[in-house]
């Protein structure tokens, strides 16, 4: 059985940081492309950032030079470190595991970034 579990998510002040973790078990964690989503409220899910080809990763330009993508292998966790948050980070985080066309979901964790 699949399992990602998010968490490190919450509410904080704009300028703040929070690091999100994400703990995969039943997949060959080191195989699978490992990334992170959002949903904020009336938006659609967007990709936020993700590994690519090895160790490469890629951000939604918004994000980029704020967060940061990373993974340990030994943990099989995924993380994803958030600084200076902003109000439009608002959202639901999901972490994801894909390997060719088969995708797996956590069930998200919230964070609220105050102005």
């Known amino acids: 059985q699949v399992r990602l579990v998010e968490s490190g998510g919450g509410l904080v002040q704009a300028g703040g940081s929070l690091r999100l973790s994400c703990a995969a078990s039943?997949?060959?964690?080191?195989?699978?492309?490992m990334g992170w989503y959002r949903r904020a409220p009336g938006k659609q899910r967007e990709l936020v950032a993700t590994f690519t080809t090895g160790d490469s990763t890629n951000y939604v330009d918004s994000v980029k030079g704020r967060f940061t993508i990373s993974r340990d292998n030994a943990k099989n966790t995924v993380y994803l470190q958030m600084n200076s948050l902003k109000a439009e980070d608002t959202a639901v985080y999901y972490c994801?595991?894909?390997?060719?066309?088969?995708?797996?979901w956590g069930q998200g964790t919230q964070v609220t970034v105050s102005s």
């Open positions: 994801n595991a894909r390997r060719s066309l088969i995708a797996y």
């Open positions: 039943g997949i060959i964690f080191s195989i699978h492309t």
